[in-house]
């Protein structure tokens, strides 16, 4: 499943996109179940972002957001991917890691 190519013009727009896609997907209220995100690094630079929705009954499920393709790859619980999103005009992960 592709969502076409989106346009994000925050870290925060892409955080929200991620939560948006996953309690659709899941069927989960929007906002009941924390994520969590860490910054991805290669040769000490910025790379990615990995986010990790905690849900219900310990499942998590994960999302990586690889700025070298500029797009982001959604996992479920078992590590079956299930959704990829292109973007177009992300934003720079420079400013977001400062």
């Not at 925060?12 to 995100?37: P, W």
């Not at 499942?59 to 999103?85: C, D, M, P, Q």
């Amino acid at each position: 499943m592709q969502h076409g190519i989106l346009q994000f013009r925050s870290h925060n727009d892409i955080r929200e996109f991620v939560n948006e896609t996953f309690c659709k997907h899941y069927q989960l209220k929007l906002g009941a179940f924390h994520m969590s995100e860490r910054i991805l690094l290669r040769g000490g630079k910025p790379c990615g972002v990995h986010f990790c929705l905690h849900g219900p009954r310990a499942v998590k499920f994960t999302a990586i957001w690889e700025t070298e393709g500029n797009r982001i790859l959604f996992y479920g619980s078992s590590g079956e991917r299930f959704h990829k999103t292109q973007l177009m005009g992300a934003p720079s992960l420079e400013r977001t890691a400062a």
